[in-house]
Every structure is written in structure tokens, then in C-alpha cells.
């Protein structure tokens, strides 16, 4: 039994077959008693990485053995949040089917600038606005419709704030994504809440259209 849950330079043979996706591989060692739970040095266990590898089957297979849903990495990351970041949705699906919550909190630091213009005039960029951010607000900044939706189906709160202050109104605001910024205000996010530089929505914005579905909201 050793030689499953031994660890060889921090990595489990179960954790690689789950990065590479090889479920088979993955039932054969879980049947033959390695540990579901076992994380590498960074805490992340081998459903963790199936997530964030976009893998399915394997995450089906790794929940079937029992596989803790929100085992969260050093940083607090889920295999939730991964697949809502990358974008992998029938991931994201098997998870919430499984019982997966999205509203869990992080503390990953995400380095992709907020730009714009402060209530003041002044031009920034915030460094630390999505540090911390949920499942909902990482998939919001990335672009990824569908996963947004699929979360605020699932329960996501659509005005959780990140530690830094973005909530995925502002995410999707800054970054550009019009649609996101729609479903979200259809959704019930508001335009109340300000990151630490005291940013909201509206100044974040970085297009045209964007403006002024925030201002008709606000008129509203």
C-alpha cells in the first residue's frame, strides 16, 4: 500500500493520473487504497488538480471515492474556483452537482490590474481589488458566461466582495465583458460596493457600453 500514498518529490501517483486526467488510472489506485485526500506540498489534492485540468471523469471518480468537494488549497483555492477560473464547465457542473459551494472564500493574490478613473478624476490601477476573489468574481474577470450563470443558478452571491473590494460587477466591468455585466445586474449586483481604492462598477468601466448599462441601472 506504500507505494500509493508515498510521497515522491511532494506528488502522489495518484495526483499526476488526476492532473492528466487518467481516471482509470485514478480507480485503480483508489481501489487498491490510496489516499483521496493526500494533497501535494501547496495542500491541493488530487481533485483539485482534475478540476483545475478541466478532467470530468476524473473528478466523478475521485467524488465516488469520497473525495472532500472544498478541500481548499494554501491559498484557498477549491477545484470549484479553478474550473470557474479556466473555464472548464462540465467540471464546474459535476461539482455542483456533487454538492460543491461557490461561495467560498480565498486568499489567492490575483495579479491582473483594475484600471480606471477614481470618483475623483484621478486615473489608477488597483493591484488588489480580485485578491481574494470567489469562484463567481474569477469567472466574471475572466469572461466565462455560461460558468457565471451556471454559479448564480447554483447560489453564488452576486454581491460578495473579494478582500481587495471587487465584487463580479466590478470584475466584469473593469475587464470588458458586457454580457457578464448584464446577467449580473439581471441578477441583482449593485453598484453600491467600492474596492479599498474606493472604485465602484461605473468607475471601472472600460467601455462605453458598459456606462451606460450601469447609469440605466442606477437611474432605475
Known sequence: DRCYTALVGGVTPLLIASRKGHAEVARALLENNAAVDLPDRDQATALWWAAAS???????????????????????TTALWWAARKGHMRTVKALLRKGASPNMKTNIRITTPFYGRAPNGVQFADQQAADGATALIVAALEGHVTIVETLLEAGANVNQQAKGGSTALIAASNSGHYQIVKTLLGKGAKNIYRTKYGVNALDAANSEPIKKLLQENVRR
Open 54 to 76: 478541466g478532467h470530468p471523469a476524473t473528478v466523478d471518480v475521485l467524488i465516488e471515492h469520497g473525495a472532500t468537494i472544498d478541500a481548499a488549497s494554501e491559498n484557498g
